[in-house]
Structure formats: C-alpha cells, structure tokens
C-alpha cells in the first residue's frame, strides 16, 4: 500500500445493478486485507433516505468482524472524535483505531449551514471539525518536535513565509490523517462530492483511498465525476463499467418501456396536457442555466413578472387544477392494465408538492369512483414537509396527514408510508416529486407516470426505479404526459451523459423503447417462430404445426385427429432424437421470451 500511486476510481454502473453490494464486498475485502494495520472504511452517502437504506443492509451483515466495527456516524461531533483519534494514532503506537463508518457527506462541511443530513447539533459541530483540524495541525508539529527536530524546523520555517490565510490551509493540511488504509466506498458519486464538501473530505483524510459508485457519471467543468474520481489525463476513465446492456443481459435489471401521452389522447376539452417542442427546449436552455436551483423554482410562488419565463410557465401548464383531474382520470382507466390487475405497482411523479396533493386529491376521486371504496387507501404522498409552509394546500394536506397517521413525526409518517409500499398491499400508488426519484429500490414498482420536468441524470435517475426485476414482472413501463422524453431521444447529442458512441448506442438500443418498437419487435419474433414450427423437419419428413391451422381447427371443432396424431409424432421424435429434441426446446424458449 505504501507504493500506491493512484488513490481513487470510478464504478461506473447502471442502475439496479447492485451497486451497495460491490460497496460491502469491497469494503470487507479491504478489512480482511489490512485488518492487523488497523484499517479504516467510509461508507459515503449524500440524502438521510440512502443512509437509512445503506443502514438496514450492512446491519443486516453476519460477518462477527464487521458487525463489531460497524457504526453509523450520527453527528459531526462523533465525526470529529474518529478524525481526532485516527490523527493520535499516528503520534503513539497505543492508540488503536480501526472501523467501519455510514455517514453523510454534508457532515464534512467546514461552516454552518442548513442541510438535510445535519441535526440541530450538527450545525455548531461544523465550526467545531474545521477548528479540530486547525487544533490536530499544531498537535502534529509538537509531536515532530520532539521525534523529528529537522522536519519541524522545515515546517516552522514554511508556516513563517506564510500569510495568516495560506497559513491556516498549511495547518488543515498538516492536521489530516495521513494513513493510507482509509477507504472511502462514495455512493451515488455523481452528487453532492464536489467543492467544498470534497475537499473537507479530502483535508481530512489526505492519503485515503477513494472509490466513487454511480450509475449516471456527470462531466460538466463545474461538476465532472471523471475528473473527481479517475485519471482521465492517463486514458483511464474508470476502473469498472457495467451499463444497461450488461445489466440486463444478467438479469439484475430490466428493459424500461416508455408510452408518450399524445396530445388530444386525454379528454381534457380547453386544457392543455402537453408542452410544446418549442417550450421543452426553451425550458431545458432555461434548466442549463439554472440547473442547481431548479427545485427551488418549481416550488416557488409564482409571480406576474415571472409568467413569461419557460421554467415557471412550465410549472403553470402542469400545475392546472383541469389538468391534474384530466390526467388522474386518464391514469385512473389504466392503471389497472398498466399494473397487470395491480400485481404491481406505481409512482406518480408531479411538477411540485402542490402538484402532489392536487394529484392524490384527483386520483382518490377518479380511484374510488371506478374501484370503490377499497380504492380510499391506494394512494399516499411521500414528500418533504416544513412547519414553515404558508402554502394553504401544502399546510391543509399536512394537517390531515397527521391526523389520518395519528404521528406528528412527519419524517417517520414518509418512512412508514415507504415500507407499507414495499411490504403491505396498500398503498399501490405512491405520489412524489423528489425524494424517492433516487435510491429507492422497490421491485415490485412498475410504472411510472411522469409529469414533471427532469433533464440529465436526473430524468435517468428517476426512470431507472422501474427496472428492478420482480415475479414475472417483464420490464418498467414510463407513461410520460410531459413529453421530455419523446424530446430526448431527439437530442441525445446535448445529453452530456452519453457523450461517448458505444454508451449511447447501449442507451438507445436498451433503455428507451417506445411500446410501438416492443410490439413490433414482438410481432416479427412471433411471425418468425410461427414460420420455424410449420416448416418444422425431421429427417426430410415435414412433421411441422401450422398455428393459424390450429386457431382455426379448434374454433370450428374440425381436423382435430390429425393435430394430435401429428403432435404425438413429434412428442415420439422428441425423446428419440437428442436434435430434434434440442430444436423443440429452443422453438419452445424462444415462444415463451416472446
């Protein structure tokens, strides 16, 4: 380890394919490795609901090692206390640490500030790990003084020439720890591990070993993944790529299907259901531009002096009352197709949180009305909620909501109505605007209605929740009454996700099939099979099955001897003729893929 020249890298892989389990091989792997040098593994997330997902599977590890180290770090203070540890240790050898952390990476800001993933303590603690490392620093230069004379007069006399500010960095990175079996396992690289967070990180622990994990790397010149976790100057861009293809050549993921609604498709007399191609791509130049902020716009109140702007007058068009009633109605006669008789189930994703009330209002009309009153429990919201809101719509559902739940636990209402989904039968709709769009592993998820702006990664990110296999379950269907993605396959040369060749191809071959292309895949398919069974030979003697022959025969009550007798010869030939029999399966496979 003391020879390593390259400390990071980049798993590049797609969705669904099992992402958190590399992470936990990897990390036990590392432990088993280096366990007599007292190693140390990081388990990175960015949201509170991947750290609560990351929790319940490496809890869930029967390995006595692992499970004795684990611990899920839960403020910047007990941050603190491991950095601070760790940097003793390399002062005396009696000093012991070793360990296996969950934690986020807001906790290594360096100031105050409100984000999810810090508590109330957590936001005096962040002044408190930047002083820490400040403290570890001259901690570290009393400690060389008396070991080391010659190498702290050399830092001595750098810290001299320094100004107060470069002095200060000088110290930071001299109160680092500078072990080398520090692993950094980084989940959904692609977020939130740029900047400031990257490099507390980084001060932190210098000399540590980072491996970032995502499924939709990003390479803007703000925000580039490739440049944070590889070595894109020496020709490697990442150490493991494992894309659509792969995935669903295994079987750990699913082809995704998606269905454009057509303009004029839903009876919505006198209101719109679509945007046009002129306002998506004014809406998508708009995003680029404000890209970091754009929840924050969608969400916003909506003023006279901002009607005019695509983002907000897209936010208009998709959040009319009319609209929202038509397109529930419109989900409503569907759905229970669309979820083969609610063997599985669905999301709808709407434009904001006022979006989502209006649609769980509609959809509970629309639901009960076609299903009955069994339909009053089919649909729940998962949102973030703040007794700040003013917004009546927002604040009245909120009120009901804890009323309905008996909980004032707002964050543990959204936690529970996510586990009845996934172990309950009810709810079989969940309604959402951002949290769940990533992360939110749940097989039996099938569909998705989408009507909310997504662009980038993001959009991936978000249909990607409909690709986990499941009993029988074939492929995800997005049901798109936005109209992005009818707009994306148009220009996926502006999709800076697939700027390579052989990617975008995978992309388009394997991920976005309209369900005219699997109908007409599945018809040739079928025509080609029909065509192999009636032409079907054995030893030059035709014993073929003619299947419209067969429709026909059995529909009118005629020729029904000579199907048989000719089924039974080939029901002799299959257990006599080792071929033949291989021919038949192969036919018979290929039917049933169909």
């Not at 035709?542 to 005629?558: A, L, N």
């Amino acid at each position: 380890m003391s020879n390593l020249k390259k400390n990071r890298g980049l798993i590049w892989h797609w969705q669904g394919s099992g992402k958190t389990y590399t992470m936990f091989f990897i990390a036990n792997y590392f432990l088993d490795l280096y366990y007599s040098t007292n190693p140390l593994v990081f388990f990175i997330v960015d949201r509170e609901d991947l750290e609560d997902q990351h929790e319940r599977m490496l809890k869930a590890v029967q390995d006595e090692k692992f499970k004795t180290l684990f611990e899920k770090v839960e403020s910047i203070k007990r941050l603190g206390e491991i950095i601070k540890v760790a940097k003793e240790s390399e002062m005396s050898a009696n000093i012991i640490t070793r360990g296996v952390y969950l934690t986020t990476i807001q906790k290594f800001r360096r100031k105050k500030e409100n984000s999810e993933g810090l508590n109330e303590e957590d936001e005096e603690a962040t002044k408190e790990l930047y002083t820490l490392l400040l403290k570890l620093g001259e901690s570290y230069l009393s400690y060389l003084k008396n070991i080391n004379y010659e190498e702290y007069l050399e830092h001595i006399q750098d810290l001299e020439n320094l100004d107060d500010k470069a002095r200060e960095k000088y110290l930071l990175e001299l109160g680092g720890v500078r072990k080398k079996n520090i692993l950094f396992l980084i989940d959904e690289a692609h977020r939130s591990q740029y900047g400031l967070l990257s490099a507390m990180r980084k001060i932190s622990f210098p000399e540590s070993i980072a491996f970032g994990f995502t499924g939709t790397p990003i390479f803007k010149n703000e925000k580039n993944t490739f440049l944070e976790f590889s070595y894109p100057d020496q020709g490697e861009y990442y150490l493991d790529v494992y894309f659509i293809e792969d995935s669903i050549r295994d079987r750990f993921t699913l082809p995704i299907v998606y269905y454009v609604v057509k303009e004029g498709e839903v009876k919505a007399e006198g209101v719109r259901i679509k945007l046009t191609e002129e306002e998506i791509a004014g809406f998508i130049k708009e995003y680029m531009k404000k890209k970091g902020r754009i929840e924050e716009l969608l969400d916003a109140e909506i003023s006279k002096k901002e009607i005019e702007k695509h983002i907000t007058k897209a936010k208009v068009i998709l959040l009319n009352k009319k609209r929202i009633e038509k397109l529930a109605e419109y989900i409503t006669e569907r759905i229970e197709k669309d979820t083969e008789n609610f063997k599985y189930k669905a999301m709808v994703v709407a434009v904001n949180r006022v979006g989502c009330v209006r649609y769980k209002r509609a959809l509970d009309k629309y639901l009960i009305k076609k299903f009955g009153d069994k339909a009053k429990s089919w649909t729940e919201i998962v949102m973030t909620y703040s007794y700040n809101d003013t917004e009546p719509e927002i604040v009245e559902y909120r009120e009901e909501l804890i009323n309905r739940r008996k909980n004032n636990d707002l964050k543990r209402i959204n936690f529970e109505i996510q586990n009845d989904f996934l172990e309950k039968e009810n709810p079989k709709i969940l309604i959402v605007t951002d949290m769940l769009l990533t992360g939110f592993d749940a097989p039996i998820l099938k569909v998705m209605y989408l009507d909310k702006p997504l662009y980038e990664y993001r959009l991936l990110q978000a249909i990607a929740r409909v690709n986990r296999p499941y009993l029988d379950k074939e492929f995800g269907l997005i049901v798109d009454s936005f109209g992005l993605m009818e707009h994306l396959v148009k220009t996926m040369a502006i999709y800076n996700l697939l700027a390579e060749e052989e990617i975008r191809k995978d992309f388009e071959m394997n991920l976005i099939k309209s369900t005219e292309q699997k109908f007409v895949e599945f018809e040739n398919k079928f025509r080609q099979l029909k065509e192999e069974l009636k032409n079907l030979k054995l030893n030059e003697e035709g014993v073929g099955i003619d299947i419209e022959m067969v429709k026909t025969s059995f529909k009118k009550g005629i020729n029904k001897e000579q199907i048989e007798t000719r089924i039974s010869m080939i029901a002799m030939y299959l257990t006599e003729d080792k071929s033949f029999s291989a021919k038949i399966v192969r036919v018979i496979n290929d039917i049933k893929a169909c």
